[in-house]
């Protein structure tokens, strides 16, 4: 079993900075990518940054030079999130490629945390 934990949500006025962390545990092999997505109602989830097992990072248009991804061991990923904008309210997911011990690869989830940027 692998589970991905977020922490590190909530609420900021606009032009403010929060940080996401994101933890994985269980029976890890290895794990490839981790990734931030993000979502509102009505709409797709979409790629925030993503970071590779060697930190190959890549971001979406709308947070470069405003984001960063980074990951501080081989199973924590973290966003640093600066001059937040009102459309950056969504939730945030935490996302994995992860090998299981003795098993195959899936993509696993987070449960979402909630960042709401008031204007």
């Known amino acids: 079993q692998v589970q991905l934990v977020e922490s590190g949500g909530g609420l900021v006025q606009a032009g403010g900075s929060l940080r996401l962390s994101c933890a994985a545990s269980g029976s890890i092999f290895s794990i490839n990518t981790m990734a931030w997505y993000r979502q509102v109602p009505g709409k797709q989830r979409e790629l925030v940054a993503a970071?590779?097992?060697?930190?190959?990072t890549d971001y979406a248009d709308s947070v470069k030079g405003r984001f960063t991804i980074s990951r501080n061991n081989a199973n924590t990923v973290r966003l640093q999130m600066n001059s937040l904008k009102p459309e950056d309210t969504a939730v945030y997911y935490c996302n994995g490629v992860i090998t299981v011990r003795a098993g195959p690869t899936y993509d696993y989830w987070g449960q979402g945390t909630q960042v709401t940027v008031s204007s």
């Open positions: 970071i590779s097992s060697s930190g190959s």
